[in-house]
Nanobody, 116 residues
C-alpha cells in the first residue's frame, strides 16, 4: 500500500544542481524517518541522507555540505537538494520510508547523471 514516487532526476554538468522529490502515499507520513539512497552501476546501494520526524538530518560524508534533505509533511514529500554535483554522484536515487528497524519501503528510483 505504501507508494513512493521519486522525480527530478536528469542529466547535469559537474558543478550543477538538481532537486529530487519523493511523494509518499499514506496519512502518517510525518511520523516516519525518510531517507535518500543511491546505487551506482556495479555498486551497492548506499545511504545518502536521512531526515527524522523531528527534522534531524544525517548525511553521508561524501555529500555533506553539498546535499540538503528536507521534508514537507503537509505534502507527504521529501526533497533532496543536490548542489555542486560531481560525476561520482551519478546513480539511481531511491526514496525510502521507515520504520527503519522493522521494514523499509522503497520507490522506483530516479536517475541522476552528472557528466560533461
Amino acid at each position: 500500500q505504501v507508494q513512493l514516487v521519486e522525480s527530478g532526476g536528469g542529466l547535469v554538468q559537474p558543478g550543477g544542481s538538481l532537486r529530487l522529490s519523493c511523494v509518499a502515499s499514506g496519512s502518517r507520513f510525518s511520523i516516519y524517518t525518510m531517507g535518500w539512497y543511491r546505487q551506482a552501476p556495479g555498486n551497492q546501494r548506499e545511504l545518502v541522507a536521512t531526515i527524522s520526524s523531528g527534522g534531524s538530518t544525517n548525511y553521508a560524508d561524501s555529500v555533506k555540505g553539498r546535499f540538503t534533505i528536507s521534508r514537507d509533511n503537509a505534502k507527504n514529500t521529501v526533497y533532496l537538494q543536490m548542489d555542486s554535483l560531481k560525476p561520482e554522484d551519478t546513480a539511481v536515487y531511491y526514496c525510502c520510508r521507515g520504520p527503519y528497524s522493522t521494514v523499509r519501503y522503497w520507490g522506483q528510483g530516479t536517475q541522476v547523471t552528472v557528466s560533461s
